[in-house]
């Protein structure tokens, strides 16, 4: 099938995983019509270029699922992507960009030419006695983007955004409820960890956590003498119960565990001093640590909220000649972002 009106692709080029969704019959009635997942070693993008099969598995993946190109909403790595958050005083559009672009200057060395930019606003904060707007600013490198435009335009594919991942979440959150209250969302990717603060259908707070996934592959590694992936497959079965000789690996995990929930609890405290908009009423997981067994627990253990991993294909129609529909759901967690860029439209 090719990709014609109404049917979009959203790419989510990952740490290492690429994932993929189609949508059919976007934005009025979408279904759901295809989904990859492609886990590498090796990362997605390093110092300065991608990993050089890249492309190829975002073919092949294409090829398998019968699409033949059209247009498309991409993703970036985390860790390609810089993010600031800044508070400046309001100012006309025009003069806005360039404030933003001189502060982003002053933490990267980076020749204005050389730097994409773009930056969503998150309203109001009172900074001591004067009202300030607070922003988040998205950061990337021009050539690396300029060189996955053309490979993907090679193989028909025409990106209409690039966007950075945990904000493509959005379009899969569920509806309010009708509450006023906030709605955390936190992406524990490979990396780090995204925590998004949404109130009335706007960000309305950012945060990265420079822990992930990894980091708890990376002290079950160490406790254990366990390889890095030897670590990161027992890190999938879920939190350890610390029983049957597996005391050190359990300590590892829960250890690492707690310490970026911890951060997230001070994370939205802030929050709630600071915009003084309310408390945040529930939290949505996603990413693919959320779909590791207990992690939703431990937050809300030490939470005191009503925490749930985000299952994306809740609402959504699949259509017929989806394959491995089941496997799909189960790996709603990691296709969160794919999905949201899909339904951008």
Known sequence: MSIGSGKVLGIDIGRRDLKIVQVNGAPKSPSLAAWAIVAKEKRSFEGDGWRPDLFEDIALSLQLNGIKGGKAY?????????????KLPAMPPEELKSAIVWEIRKEW???VDEMVVDYIEMGKVVDGTSSMNAYLAVVCRKRPLEFLGRSLLDMGIKVQSLEFSTLAQISCLPASGGTNNAIGLVDLGASQTNLI???DGSVRFFRMIPSGGDSISDAISQATGLTWWEAEKHKRMGVPSGEGGDEQMARAFRGTLELIVDEVFQTLRFYVAERKEGPVERLMLTGGGAL?????????DVLGLPVEVLNPFGNLPVSAGVRDSDMMVSQGGRLVTALGLALKE
Do not use: E, I, W
Not at 74 to 85: G, H, I, K, N
Not at 292 to 300: I, K, L, S, T, Y
């Open 74 to 86: 991409v993703s970036l790595p985390d860790d390609m992507v810089r993010l600031s958050y800044r």
């Open 292 to 300: 590791m067994p207990g992690v939703d627990g431990a937050f809300q």
């Open 197 to 199: 603060v949404l109130k």
């Open 109 to 111: 060395d980076l020749a």
